[in-house]
């Protein structure tokens, strides 16, 4: 698209895409196409809003008033679910439903976005898929080695009971 189209003059139902880099805004419309249209219509705008662990997050703003967090490479796999999440959210109250690390919701401005820890997303993905997240495994593997390398609490000599 050479020019932008006056938001006036936008069909009822257009998605607003909020950003202008070609590969992602293809990569985006891929993955939207597998997505059921009962969602699809439900998005207003997308915006990209990249973490530092996820450079292609996107914030998705429903016309519901709710907004989910997706990286556009995995919004054909997590965005069916959100009509059945949508259902669990209270009506009228806007929510923030979280599909970067899992997928998990919360009320819009009860938890900082910008400030979950790494932590809380791991836990969520763990909790998710029942599988410890990479990072998780590097933590367990770490330890193990630590313990493996401290020495074991053995008297040599058991029998040396002089010096008490």
Do not use: C, W
Request: charged residues 25%; aromatic residues 4%; proline residues 7%.
């Amino acid at each position: 698209i050479s020019e932008p189209t006056a938001a006036d003059s936008m069909p009822e139902t257009h998605i607003s895409i909020e950003f202008s880099d070609k590969k992602l805004i293809k990569e985006f419309a891929l993955q939207i196409e597998k997505v059921p249209a009962s969602v699809k219509k439900n998005i207003k705008t997308v915006q990209l809003t990249p973490s530092k662990v996820t450079p292609d997050l996107v914030t998705l703003t429903m016309h519901d008033g709710n907004k989910i967090l997706v990286p556009i490479s995995h919004i054909a796999k997590k965005l069916p679910y959100y009509k059945g999440i949508q259902s669990q959210l209270e009506e009228g109250v806007p929510s923030v439903v979280d599909m970067e690390a899992g997928i998990f919701s919360y009320v819009e401005g009860a938890q900082n976005e910008s400030s979950s820890s790494d932590e809380e997303k791991q836990k969520a993905e763990e909790e998710a898929t029942g599988q410890p997240t990479e990072q998780a495994a590097e933590q367990v593997t770490e330890s193990q080695e630590q313990e493996s390398a401290e020495p074991q609490n053995s008297t040599e000599n058991p029998g040396n009971t002089e010096n008490r």
